[in-house]
């Protein structure tokens, strides 16, 4: 069905509906286990390099800064509600944030949905997820800053805050191996 701005809904009106009717899907069952191991597909960065200080806001729409975490170990997985891979992986990435938290280590999805925290947190009461904050990069500035190809992009930032692996596409992250591959690139 074409849509256009004369029959009184814009594009971006319609994406925005889109990503609403997404949250209100029915759960899917978890597709962790079918996606790669991320140590096939996890690409260092060397050297290390300082990333963009992105901005993004919480569930309360308060904006944040990405240098604010500086001195954290980060894993920012760039996602959507509506996007098939991104919710096959994102169980397993509230896997990882329990298994890191302990380490200091944030793991931040920062949800390109335009409908707002709502979408996100009712997707996560609907699928089961807990453990991650809600938090928005609704107009995708972040991933671009990032130079994300696509989404789900995760990116991981050192305790130095310099950006030393990304990884484009989704993957199994609720592995132990997962979370100890992550906490050594943090470390080092």
Not at 22 to 33: D, E, M, S
Not at 87 to 100: C, D, F, G, T
Request: proline residues 8%; hydrophobic residues 45%.
């Amino acid at each position: 069905m074409m849509v256009s701005a004369r029959d009184g809904i814009t594009r971006r009106a319609a994406l925005a509906g889109t990503a609403t009717l997404a949250g209100l899907l029915p759960a899917r069952k978890p597709l962790a286990a079918g996606l790669p191991d991320i140590g096939r597909l996890l690409t260092p960065v060397s050297p290390p390099t300082e990333p963009p200080d992105i901005a993004f806001s919480g569930a309360d729409g308060v904006e944040h800064r990405l240098s604010a975490f500086r001195g954290r170990g980060m894993v920012i997985n760039f996602w959507a509600t509506w996007c098939a891979p991104c919710v096959a992986e994102m169980p397993s990435l509230a896997a990882l944030a329990l298994a890191l938290a302990p380490h200091d280590i944030a793991v931040m999805p920062l949800s390109s949905d335009r409908g707002g925290a709502e979408v996100v947190a009712n997707w996560y009461r609907t699928h089961g997820v807990s453990g991650l904050p809600v938090l928005l990069d609704p107009k995708g500035n972040g991933a671009r800053a990032f130079a994300s190809r696509g989404i789900p992009t995760t990116v991981v930032i050192n305790r130095q805050g310099l950006l030393c692996a990304r990884l484009e596409g989704a993957a199994d992250w609720g592995q132990e191996k997962a979370a100890a591959l992550l906490r050594r690139l943090i470390e080092s």
